[in-house]
């Protein structure tokens, strides 16, 4: 797991900046600090269910009872609460994983917080041997009475880029 120093700092000052345009020093400064453990909460959280450990996924993330999940392998959005049975079942969908993370972007405000990150793990998934996965993932955190909570995540594998031809094949494929 690495999150290089340069891109929490680049981050920081970005959210910085943005939350000083009508907002108080300190708000910037607390929206600052939000920002960035938010994204160590996320590069831990994600690094421990890659290595199949919910448990401590769990422990580390509180989950919105309204969390949406577009996965990366396409399909209908999933929505609402999640039992403790289904995200076991997710915790065994993969294994001895290594992540690390790039930070894209983040924006920061009072009360929700958006990460826009690229994801490069290596992990077995489904059964498959371990493989390098990169992906593009977009979170979004809620501040609640009790906390932050993730309320959104999408990835799609689609760092590398596809062609016009491959994403309109993609795009108007019949379900």
Known sequence: MTLSRRSILATSLEIAGAAGLGASAGAATRTNRDVADLIRLSEKSNAALLRGDITAYLELL???????LMSPFGGKPSHGNYTRARWEEIGRFFANGRLDVEVVQAYGAAD????????????????????????????????????????????????????????????????
């Open 62 to 68: 509180a989950v919105a009872n309204d969390f949406t």
């Open 112 to 175: 929700m917080v958006a990460l826009a990150l690229i994801e490069r793990a290596n992990v077995e998934v489904g059964g498959l041997e371990a493989r390098d996965w990169a992906l593009r993932v977009t979170l979004v955190y809620r501040r609640s009475q009790s906390g932050w909570q993730l309320v959104h995540r999408h990835a799609d594998p689609l760092v590398e880029g596809i062609s016009l031809e491959e994403a309109a094949a993609l795009g108007t494929r019949q379900s």
